[in-house]
T-cell receptor, first 110, second 115 residues
Framework: SQTIHQWPATLVQPVGSPLSLECTVE??????LYWYRQAAGRGLQLLFY??????ISSEVPQNLSASRPQDRQFILSSKKLLLSDSGFYLC?????????FGPGTRLTVL | GQQVMQIPQYQHVQEGEDFTTYCNSS?????IQWYKQRPGGHPVFLIQ?????EVKKQKRLTFQFGEAKKNSSLHITATQTTDVGTYFC???????????????FGTGTKLQVIP
């Protein structure tokens, strides 16, 4: 069966510090991968999606970037965090339309 | 670009009352999915509707897809405290780049059930 992992589960970072969130998927190959951000009490904002290794599409301009170094690994990064980067970051994978979400990372930028 | 709106944003109901959330897309969709996110958790897939006018039921939940494939609804009969959470619709349409079904999530409806 397929499993999706995200870490860390929670993170508190100062403004201006770098960020690296990792997402890995098991039990499937060549999945579509997604990064979403959810602000407190708000909906899901699609940040990046990837249809294959090294193929990244950005949905919104921001100070975040994503990379897909391996088929089942998706990384979200930032060189310098902003206060507005706080939120719940969710990774998801799909083969068709249905998306399967990871447990998420709660990021607080102080 | 494709936009998906949901109403209401929040809903408080007494346990046993019915609840409905509505989803509207700015473009025709290939299909629509519904997800539930419990407080503190991540979204979990509930169902997918593909055909125009399709109606599907899961116990007390009834899902409908509009004839024009631009709107959908989720109706819960006789709510229970276990129904608490945020319900999201997500519409699939072809991305501008082609060859990829882009999924756009609705804004969500947060349901609170008062015992």
């Amino acid at each position: 069966s397929q499993t999706i992992h995200q870490w860390p589960a929670t993170l508190v970072q100062p403004v201006g510090s770098p960020l690296s969130l990792e997402c890995t998927v098991e039990g499937t190959s060549n999945p579509n991968l997604y990064w979403y951000r959810q602000a407190a009490g708000r909906g899901l904002q699609l940040l990046f999606y990837s249809v294959g290794i090294g193929q990244i599409s950005s949905e919104v301009p921001q100070n975040l970037s994503a990379s897909r170094p391996q088929d089942r690994q998706f990384i979200l990064s930032s060189k310098k965090l902003l206060l507005s980067d706080s939120g719940f970051y969710l990774c998801a994978w799909s083969k068709g339309s249905e998306q399967f979400f990871g447990p998420g990372t709660r990021l607080t930028v102080l | 670009g494709q936009q998906v709106m949901q109403i209401p944003q929040y809903q408080h109901v007494q346990e046993g009352e019915d609840f409905t959330t509505y989803c509207n897309s700015s473009t025709t969709l290939s299909n629509i999915q519904w997800y539930k996110q419990r407080p503190g958790g991540h979204p979990v897939f509930l169902i997918q509707l593909v055909k125009s006018g399709e109606v599907k039921k899961q116990k007390r939940l009834t899902f409908q897809f509009g004839e024009a494939k631009k709107n959908s609804s989720l109706h819960i009969t006789a709510t229970q405290t276990t129904d608490v959470g945020t319900y999201f619709c997500a519409g699939s349409g072809w991305a501008n780049s082609g060859g990829y079904q882009k999924v756009t999530f609705g804004t969500g409806t947060k349901l609170q059930v008062i015992p």
